[in-house]
């Protein structure tokens, strides 16, 4: 039997946290103690009700269901499938990390509900940059929502990015944030929700991206046509990304 730190033997349920298989020969030890549970359930059901028999039944009932749980085939399956079965698109989606702050509820990705089921899955979900290189950001909330920023920035490791910008003004820190990891851009958007679109006051936060966008394969802008400076600076800016322009 597995050992936590090496002071006493795991219970069931902390095995499946952790994702601990069955020894060959705990597959025939356990089961044998999961056919003496459901007896000893059995004889509680036909016994005379108390406090102490329903009790024991709890804990024959938990017992029975963690063991269950325990030999469950899908906990035989690989980190690979697990990973692949996380990035599903019907299951990952985009971040809306300011949403995330607001209710703790990511909407849109379930990136924030895979990790806490067990201690495996939370495992995974951190092992699996893909998980946290997509988001969203539509309002600015507090210094709550760049330390979130900092904190997928960080657990996406060198994954791809995916960015959508929806913010009223430009904020200097979530922007600041974001370009330092603009090698690292694949797809990049920013609706800034004002009559004007895109004016100098980004243009001049993200003029550090300038030549460094070598991974850039998509990229949209909001900014009115007639405001012949800022486009001819957003030319500028993203003149040399040769995945866009191939």
């Known amino acids: ?11 069931v349920r902390e095995r499946i946290r952790h994702n601990i298989l069955p020894s060959e020969t705990e597959r025939t030890d356990i089961p044998d103690s999961f056919i003496a549970a459901g007896s000893r359930l059995s004889e509680i059901r036909t016994s ?13 009932r938990q017992y ?23 990035l599903d698109p019907q299951i990952h989606g985009i971040v809306h990390i300011d949403q995330y702050v607001r209710s703790s509820v990511v ?3 379930n990136t924030d509900i895979l990790a806490p089921v067990s201690h495996y899955w939370r495992c995974v979900a951190l092992a ?16 709550q929502v760049l ?37 690292r851009w694949i797809k990049f958007t920013v609706d800034s929700m004002s009559w004007s679109g895109i004016n100098s006051p980004y243009l001049a936060l993200l ?9 850039l394969e998509e990229l949209s802008l909001d900014f009115e046509p007639f405001l012949h400076t800022t486009v001819t600076s957003t030319m500028n800016l993203f003149k040399e990304v040769p995945k866009l322009h191939a």
């Open 1 to 11: 039997m597995e050992r936590f730190n090496g002071s006493r033997e795991l219970t």
């Open 48 to 60: 005379a009700p108390g406090s102490t028999g329903d009790l024991e039944e709890e804990n024959q």
């Open 64 to 86: 029975i269901s963690d063991c269950s749980s325990l030999f469950a085939p899908m906990r035989s399956l690989s980190h690979e499938i697990w990973e692949a079965i996380f």
């Open 107 to 109: 909407d849109e990705c």
């Open 128 to 143: 699996t940059p893909r998980l946290w290189s997509s988001f969203f950001i539509r309002s600015y909330r507090g210094p």
């Open 147 to 183: 330390q979130l920023l900092q904190l997928f920035l960080e657990r996406s490791k060198n994954a791809p990015l995916s960015i959508v910008l929806k913010l009223g003004l430009p904020n200097e820190e979530i922007v600041g944030e974001l370009v330092k990891h603009a090698e």
């Open 207 to 215: 003029a550090p991206v300038c030549g460094r966008l070598q991974r």
